[in-house]
């Protein structure tokens, strides 16, 4: 089955550039929009597995656009702006996007782009489900299948990029994890995100598992090193 593709901008030349190119790299399934309103509406029809989402669009903001896409899906998002400030990058990541790809762009990157989300996705699928198995700090329980995360029994809702964050640093507990290694594992090799963005969702996480995020005793940062999550016995 073909990967599918849906394209969002109200730049119609930019839609197309972008299809004729993706076309060129694989046999992918392509639809395109051009309105925010067109955009949620196919994605609850087509449920593409990546979006190319336009930032400025006519009628409903793209961080909007992906806020309420988040509601239902766990596609990956990658945002097209032609701000490039960092604060746009976080609000733009940390708001449930993927990557952020600032115009103009190349084609070809994007391209690239677009496979390494799609690799990451067929890594996690090729992950064989597993039972409801205790994380190793402060009575966390974490369901590889259903993506459910529970403390002290009471599920904690996370957006589908902190899911993946804590996921890999469980399976490494007690480990110092850099950004760097961070990025790959969750993010991809082709990802370009600015160094802050990291620290916005180990800030986010913290706020939904610590008792008190602002002395945070789980998820703890090492200067110069990067972050660990606790073993329970630490």
């Known amino acids: 089955m073909a990967d599918k593709i849906l394209l969002v901008d109200d730049e119609k030349d930019i839609v197309d550039l972008l299809e004729e190119t993706l076309r060129k790299d694989a046999a992918y399934e392509i639809k395109k929009a051009h309105t925010g309103a067109e955009a949620l509406s196919m994605c609850r029809e087509f449920h593409p597995d990546v979006i190319i989402l336009d930032i400025m669009l006519p009628d409903i903001d793209g961080l909007e656009i992906c806020r309420q896409i988040r509601g239902f899906s766990?596609?990956?998002?990658?945002?097209?702006?032609?701000?490039?400030?960092?604060?746009?990058?976080?609000?733009?990541?940390?708001?449930?996007?993927?990557?952020?790809?600032?115009?103009?762009?190349?084609?070809?990157?994007?391209?690239?782009?677009?496979?390494?989300?799609?690799?990451?996705?067929?890594?996690?699928?090729?992950?064989?489900?597993?039972?409801?198995?205790?994380?190793?700090?402060?009575?966390?329980?974490?369901?590889s299948e259903s993506c459910r995360v529970c403390k002290n029994g009471e599920e904690i809702e996370l957006t589908g990029r902190e899911f993946l964050l804590l996921s890999y640093m469980a399976e490494n507990a007690g480990r110092i994890i850099s950004k760097e290694r961070l990025y790959e594992q969750v993010w991809g090799e082709?990802?370009?995100?600015?160094?802050?963005?990291?620290?916005?969702?180990?800030?986010?996480?913290?706020?939904?598992?610590?008792?008190?995020?602002?002395?945070?005793?789980?998820?703890?940062?090492?200067k110069g090193l990067g972050y660990k999550l606790k073993k329970r016995n630490d």
């Open 74 to 143: 766990y596609c990956s998002i990658l945002f097209l702006s032609s701000r490039d400030d960092d604060i746009d990058k976080i609000l733009g990541l940390s708001g449930g996007g993927d990557d952020y790809i600032t115009k103009p762009f190349s084609p070809r990157e994007v391209a690239f782009r677009v496979k390494a989300q799609l690799r990451r996705q067929k890594y996690q699928h090729s992950i064989p489900p597993q039972q409801e198995k205790l994380l190793p700090a402060g009575g966390l329980t974490i369901d």
């Open 190 to 222: 082709y990802s370009s995100i600015c160094d802050n963005t990291i620290m916005v969702h180990i800030r986010h996480i913290r706020e939904k598992i610590e008792d008190n995020p602002s002395e945070p005793e789980l998820l703890v940062t090492v």
